[in-house]
């Protein structure tokens, strides 16, 4: 398995949807292969269309807000010693998270296929806070599918969504988490292909909303491209970019731009979710080498039992609580292009703690997995290392479960 | 030798009617009972479809996920489903047997593996719903080795090019989706709007048995009765559903209902 160089990775699969020859694909019930279609077709077209990139851009640049920032964590690089510890604030970004890149791009394919509904799945909130903003800005009806579980610990999205004239559906069924949520949405789309349009929050699904959510948000790398070399003159010759991996799309979107490069000069580590210490559940496909399997459409790495059924996660960060994995991360660890390690909650809270006392800076629950790998890893490299986290969430949603975990001072 | 879900076909014709084809989820809600209730219903129905229970289903309505969530958490694993169609087929005049579920299961098992299992606990045909053509050309080619039939949905979103490459490919039996819906969805188009869509798929290759399935309940099932054949899940595995919630014996409900179906399309 081999990665080209020259050719985005998004259109690196073959003719049925499948990277590498294995992962990926398009798993579908026969309803949905029309539609599927229709959208690759559309898609294919608009991504050439200059007037279509030049829309986008627009409303990237001044509604979004562009480039969100790169900023150096000087106390925590002085603290842990060793490697500059950076962060790239993409939380900056309207709603508070990178997801609302793919939403964006979402609602603006809607609009020119003429639906006048959208719905879309969300696990930690995200994804459905930004669709319903979206949804909002471009006129369209919205529908948030969101696992029960979810909705109780993720309050201020759901409040968020609902602001925005929403209707979130709790799914019951499962887990009632995000595994539940792209289910019970992709059955809805199933019902009513014909009037809506769907969004699936993540690099996940069937192969071509794998493709449009990791082309939305590619514009993570972009900006950072100019950034680093706006700081540093050029590409560092020692760069680690450091990212939380639960579905994929904010990890992808954050190496995109660099994957030609050496590994050896830009490397990739994707950070899974760990699940609690002391369990033995996870949502760390990749880290733990699950079967591949098939899951929403697509063939990827993914917990399962021996019979095929989908086994259940756990984490504390709703966003990484997912039992598959993109089927990109599974092409970039197959080629060896980037590597996937996990840290458990306990970590992940230790790490929220660690940044927020020496920055200004409150990332979600997601990114402060990979903070506490960064940490971790950056206290054994040389000065001259830039390692750079994606801090892609904001963990005013995380209030609730800081306030449990780690007391009042930290919520 | 003709497949036995053609000889079905055959006797449902020669007696003017549509082939009455059910669907339980194997496992629903043991292991036993879902063999008992088989044996039951094979009486009235014609051709006997039993869901590989699945957790995370992408086609399915409420009425099948309860079914098979129950299954699942009552412990039943894929060898139950062979071991409950093995029994079944001991039986003195059984009908033909349709394995219906998603690919992941499948997968797992490995698709040579499973086809041999298929084969020889007497498994006649398969519908494997997350498989679509053209992804399933190659696994179709190997159910017909064995002389099983894999069989094609067809929805209304389907294009006219795509049926008819499709039906092309097609062994003898296709399952045509009545509307756009997860199984067991409120009838919300016609039934003559349906058997309109039903004889123009019936026209690209007439000796193709196909059969209408999704929404089909003792209400509507009449007004379809033209079609070679007809499929009733979700109602079914919601009369399990309300009769173990009103404690009552699901086998004996399930038999009736099963019953007053086939009495309406004689």
Known sequence: MKLKKGIPVIDQGNKLGFWGNKFGGNFVPETLKKPIEDLEILFNNLKKDKKFIAERDKYFNNWIGTPTRFIKLKNLTKHVGGAQIWSKVVSDANGGAHKIYNATVHCLLAKRSG?????????????????????????????????????????????????????????????????????ECMRFWVANCDTTAMCVGSTVGPAIFVRICGWSTSQISRELKVQLINEFGSIPKKLKLYNCVGGGSSSFGFWNEFMDYDKKQCEFIGVEAGGPAKSKRHAAPLTYSSKIGILHGAAQYVNQNSDGQIEETESISAGLDYPGISPLHCFLKDTKRARYTAASDEEALKAYKLVTKYEKLRPSLEPSHAFSVAIREAKKMSKNTIVVVNSCGDAYKDKKILRNRLGKKYA | MLNPID??????????????????????????????????????????????PHNTPVADGSQIQTSAYRAIKNGIKIEDIFWIVKKYKKNKNPKPIILMGYYNMIFQYGEKNFLEKCKKVGVDGLIVVDLPWPENKSFAKKCKKKSIYLIQLLSPTTSKERLNKIIKDSHAMNYFISMLSTTGGKLKVSPKKIMLNYFKIKKINPKKNVVIGFGITEKSIKSLKKADGLVVGSAICKEISVSIQKRQNPVTNVANLVKKLKYKIL
């Open chain 1, 115 to 183: 639906k006048k509904i959208i719905c879309g799945d969300t696990g930690a909130g995200y994804a459905g806070k930004m669709l319903s903003m979206a949804a909002k800005k471009f006129g369209l009806r919205c529908k948030i599918f969101m696992g029960a579980k979810d909705i109780e610990r993720q309050q201020p999205n759901v409040r968020a969504m609902k602001k925005n004239g929403a209707e979130v559906i709790p799914v019951y069924s499962g887990s009632q988490t995000l595994v539940d949520a792209v289910s």
């Open chain 2, 7 to 52: 000889l079905a076909f055959k006797k449902a014709k020669k007696e003017n009617r549509p082939a009455l084809l059910t669907y339980t989820v194997a496992g629903d809600s043991t292991k036993n009972q879902s063999l008992i209730i088989l044996n039951t219903i094979s009486k009235h129905a014609d051709i006997l479809e039993l869901g590989i």
